[in-house]
T-cell receptor, first 112, second 111 residues
Framework: GAGVSQTPSNKVTEKGKYVELRCDPI?????LYWYRQSLGQGPEFLIY????????DSGLPNDRFFAVRPEGSVSTLKIQRTERGDSAVYLC??????????FGPGTRLTVT | GQNIDQPTEMTATEGAIVQINCTYQ??????LFWYQQHAGEAPTFLSY????GLEEKGRFSSFLSRSKGYSYLLLKELQMKDSASYLC????????????FGKGTTLSVSS
């Protein structure tokens, strides 16, 4: 079956611009996670959804970052007033509530 | 605080056995995961331990000691395709919560 998909695969934007990153989880998975990964580091947790609601958003670095999952399936991570330090690979993962989280291929964000 | 430590790099030869260690200090524990990540790709799930002991799955095994805050991933009969980053991750107190990842161990397998 289809895995987790993320669009776009690459995004280059200028400092100060707004970006949206999309995640399509595995069908039927109720849990959805956003992480970001910088070069040479492990993924860093951003936010976790259970259904439509954000169950834990403690990893969002500041109020420029926001995520939604209005129908409990697709999720969008929104970053306002991007900064060069936001450059990273943004990973989405989904889970059926058992052990494993299945990761998407990521969106590589570059802020120039 | 939350801290997960694993070696940065390891090297090994084809056919050999390698053990990647991971130590953790977290505020809660509900499972330890190992993921494999090839360069430029998404992490893929390898193993899960929640009770002490060894879990074996083909060429890969993972061990957990909760009292010591310690795990290892054992890779046998190494192949060139095993060259990748291996990520140790801990889940907090409740099932479904996010994973806390270590920085990963880059394994290079040579012929």
């Amino acid at each position: 079956g289809a895995g987790v998909s993320q669009t776009p695969s690459n995004k280059v934007t200028e400092k100060g611009k707004y970006v949206e990153l999309r995640c399509d989880p595995i069908s039927g998975h109720t849990a959805l996670y956003w992480y970001r990964q910088s070069l040479g580091q492990g993924p860093e947790f951003l936010i976790y959804f259970q259904g439509t609601g954000a169950a834990d958003d403690s990893g969002l670095p500041n109020d420029r970052f926001f995520a939604v999952r209005p129908e409990g399936s697709v999720s969008t991570l929104k970053i306002q007033r991007t900064e060069r330090g936001d450059s990273a690979v943004y990973l989405c993962a989904s889970s059926s509530g058992t052990h494993e989280q299945y990761f998407g291929p990521g969106t590589r964000l570059t802020v120039t | 605080g939350q801290n997960i430590d694993q070696p940065t790099e390891m090297t090994a030869t084809e056919g050999a056995i390698v053990q990647i260690n991971c130590t953790y200090q977290t505020s809660g524990f509900n499972g330890l995961f190992w993921y494999q990540q090839h360069a430029g790709e998404a992490p893929t799930f390898l193993s899960y331990n929640v009770l002490d002991g060894l879990e074996e799955k083909g060429r890969f095994s993972s061990f957990l000691s909760r009292s010591k805050g310690y795990s290892y991933l054992l890779l046998k009969e190494l192949q060139m395709k095993d060259s990748a980053s291996y990520l140790c991750a801990v889940r907090g107190n409740q099932a479904g919560t996010a994973l806390i990842f270590g920085k990963g161990t880059t394994l290079s397998v040579s012929s």
